[in-house]
């Protein structure tokens, strides 16, 4: 398999607003538990445009972007014995850690201090190829597109905020807040079991709101619009829902959300706010003894579930991707998604090769 020395990259060099190119740059060297991937399609995050405006502090520059993504192994280390070339795979963001604090002997890369991240330290994906580690690999089923694979890293992160940091059952009654990308998967993840679902958003969100609705949410709100105690009561026999997860990252609805679950119940904080400190309606926390959890980022023990729910058909892969770009548009593609009119935009980084589509 011939591999150019050269690629396209969407490179930020510099910290600050935008400061970003595309630019041809060195395809990346491939020695030891490294393999090389040819990229199908990388998907934007918020994190992604957080770094663009130059508001994302851990960013490196200059940086190739991108770290929820899809790919074929095109190249491996010497050290690599469970990936050959031809393999189509996705990837968890940790491209490299300690490996000797408590978080890395655990497994729990997403905590380890010294981690370095795909798309953040190292460079990225929205690129012809991107480098990452063995470890960190995950074959994907046959029946699982590309497109789908590129939405397993925000995938995996639900999955550890309702799998492993707040499971919940098909008895359960939930709320989530917030139909944007990550709240859609948390509501499909929990259609999947079965429990039931409110989804809650602003007038801003309402097309995303009828989305939410097709993927099977029993009830959903426009709390600008419609009075969520209400609906929320009414629904529950005046107790409240069990859990909360709030994908919004909006501390007014959080607060209003933790007056509404039933005394003894949980909130899994999975959006991030915009400031590190803020106003908690602790009073409520304290007299209804609700469990108030973070949730950061994903590790290994999530990605073999999330893989698992594509495989499965859990996942809506025409509903959630409602836009692709390709590389040499990666700036179009940006714009899109900080319009906000869009799902999740996809970036397609060889658009024209069949073995990645």
């Known amino acids: 398999m011939s591999i150019p020395e050269t690629m396209k990259a969407v490179v930020k060099s510099e910290a ?4 970003m190119s595309l630019k041809e740059i060195p395809v990346p060297e491939v020695t030891g538990d ?6 199908a399609y990388t998907g934007i995050c918020g994190t992604d445009i957080h770094t663009f405006k130059g508001e994302y502090a851990n960013a490196r520059t200059p940086l190739v972007l991108g770290h929820e993504f899809s790919g074929m192994v095109v190249a491996v280390g010497d050290k690599v014995t469970k990936f050959k070339p031809g393999d189509r ?8 850690t300690c490996g000797e604090c408590i978080y890395c002997k655990n497994k729990e890369y997403n905590l380890c201090d010294n981690r370095k991240g795909i ?3 190292a460079n990225g994906s929205m690129a012809n190829y991107v480098l990452s580690r063995e470890e960190s690999l995950h074959l994907l089923p046959e029946g699982v597109s590309f497109k789908l694979a ?3 890293e925000p995938l995996a992160s639900c999955v550890h905020a309702m799998y492993q940091k707040t499971p919940f059952t098909l008895h359960d009654t939930l709320l989530i807040i917030g139909p944007g990308p990550m709240g859609l998967l948390s509501l499909q993840i929990a259609k999947e079991i079965g429990a039931f679902t ?4 602003v007038t801003k969100d309402e097309e995303r709101l009828k989305i939410a609705k ?3 949410a029993d009830i959903v709100v426009n709390t600008q619009k419609e009075d969520l105690e209400k609906i929320i009561m009414d629904a529950t026999d005046g107790v409240g829902v069990t859990k909360v997860y709030d994908c919004s990252g909006a501390i007014p609805a959080v607060n209003q959300a933790l007056k509404l679950i039933r005394k003894g119940g949980t909130l899994q904080q999975v959006g991030l706010f915009a400031k590190d400190m803020n106003e908690l309606d ?11 959890l973070g949730s950061r980022s994903q590790n290994p023990y999530d990605w073999p579930i999330a893989v698992h729910l594509e495989a499965k058909g859990a996942i809506d892969e025409d509903k959630m991707v409602t836009k692709v770009f390709d590389l040499d548009h990666w700036r179009d593609a940006f714009e899109a998604m900080m319009a906000g009119q869009e799902l999740k935009v996809l970036i397609a980084s060889n658009p024209d090769d069949p073995d990645v589509q």
């Open 89 to 96: 795979v996705t990837s968890e963001t940790t491209f490299d």
């Open 34 to 39: 490294r393999v090389l991937l040819k990229v």
């Open 119 to 121: 798309g953040t330290v």
């Open 198 to 201: 409110i989804v809650s958003g």
């Open 16 to 19: 600050g607003y935008d400061n």
């Open 150 to 152: 590129a939405m397993s």
């Open 214 to 216: 097709e993927l099977g």
């Open 282 to 292: 602790e009073r409520t926390i304290i007299q209804h003894e609700i469990n108030y």
